[in-house]
């Protein structure tokens, strides 16, 4: 089992540009988290998936975020443009959401620097 | 909605020592509780979860957390930790119902000392 498969992970990029995060998750799961996780916020739910759907995307800081899930095995998160205020260590998650309580299996990040 | 409370932002303590580590929640609703590890440079790794039944949960790494629903509680401990314990512990709640979604306290830095 490869786990949750994120990538890249490590990003620099500059303010403005176009940045996109990829996830695979753990084969069967059925729900997706995207986290972001700085030390003045902690750790955020920007959006989470169940079933390819969007379910609660209250967490997405503004319409620079943007997040997809065209089919069970990948999404993608993009920010554009960026901002210096975005850099940050984003994960994604993934759960079988067949029963209450199912773990959380998490991602290694991606550690995010907008100059 | 529910909220999570870790009391300590940094937790030093000697190695072979015993360590709790506190966590509050707060929630209108039944919970399911959850402790996680992050290593370093890592992910978050489970480390044990509440769901029901016994209050004593024992988890991975000799840690074990135990729920106490009055006090509304879920304090993580360790009898004897090692150098290898360092890392940031994290405590989360969900509700029992619908998609379950994660909330987590602000963390908990563990070091631990020669």
């Known amino acids: 089992d490869a786990g949750v498969i994120q990538s890249p992970r490590h990003e620099v990029t500059e303010m403005g540009q176009e940045v996109t995060l990829r996830c695979k998750p753990i084969?069967?799961?059925?729900?997706l988290f995207w986290y972001r996780q700085t030390m003045m916020r902690g750790l955020e739910l920007l959006i989470y998936f169940n079933n390819n759907v969007p379910i609660d995307d209250s967490g997405m800081p503004e319409d620079r975020f943007s997040a997809k899930m065209p089919n069970a095995s990948f999404s993608t998160l993009k920010i554009q443009p960026s901002e210096p205020r975005d850099s940050a260590v984003y994960f994604c998650a993934s759960r079988f959401s067949g029963e209450t309580g199912e773990t959380q299996y998490f991602g290694p990040g991606t550690r995010l620097l907008v100059l | 909605a529910q909220s999570v409370t870790q009391l300590d932002s940094q937790v030093p303590v000697f190695e072979e020592a015993p360590v709790e580590l506190r966590c509050n929640y707060s929630s209108s609703v039944s919970v399911y509780l959850f402790w996680y590890v992050q290593y370093p440079n890592q992910g978050l790794q489970l480390l044990l979860k509440y769901l029901s039944g016994s209050t004593l949960v024992k988890g991975i790494n000799g840690f074990e957390a135990e729920f106490n629903k009055s006090q509304t509680s879920f304090h993580l401990r360790k009898p004897s930790v090692h150098i290898s314990d360092t890392a940031e512990y994290f405590c989360a709640v969900s509700d029992s119902g619908g998609y379950n979604k994660l909330i987590f306290g602000a963390g908990t830095r563990l070091a631990v000392h020669p």
């Open positions: 084969s069967g799961h059925n729900s």
